[in-house]
């Protein structure tokens, strides 16, 4: 069974920084892209950032310049750095990813269960 974890979520001041993390686990036969995706109050899940394989990244305007997505191919690890952090950037992050599992011939797409970010003063 695949499994994505999320990890580095918390409090923090505006103008901070934090760094998520999202670990996939279990039979992987391989991962295509990866990224971030985040829900705010009573809004929609949004994307903020994806990787590909190959390290094509792609970001939402609102975080352009401020967040970089990077990730490991050999732990199966995603990483957000989020810099100069906005109120506007509080919501529950999401780590998604598109992976063939050892058992299937096709991939499918997996999330994480979230992590919070609340910014804040």
């Known amino acids: 069974q695949v499994q994505l974890v999320e990890s580095g979520g918390g409090l923090v001041q505006p103008g901070g920084s934090l760094r998520l993390s999202c670990a996939a686990s279990g039979s992987i036969f391989s991962i295509n892209a990866m990224g971030w995706y985040r829900q705010a109050p009573e809004k929609k899940r949004e994307l903020v950032a994806t990787?590909?394989?190959?390290?094509?990244?792609n970001y939402a305007d609102s975080v352009k310049g401020r967040f970089i997505i990077s990730r490991d191919n050999v732990y199966n690890t995603v990483y957000l750095q989020m810099n100069s952090l906005k109120p506007e950037d509080t919501a529950v992050y999401y780590c998604?990813?598109?992976?063939?599992?050892?058992?299937?011939?096709?991939?499918?797409?997996?999330w994480g269960k979230g992590t919070l970010v609340t910014v804040s003063s």
């Open positions: 990787i590909t394989s190959g390290g094509s990244t």
């Open positions: 998604n990813a598109d992976i063939r599992a050892r058992s299937y011939s096709y991939i499918m797409d997996y």
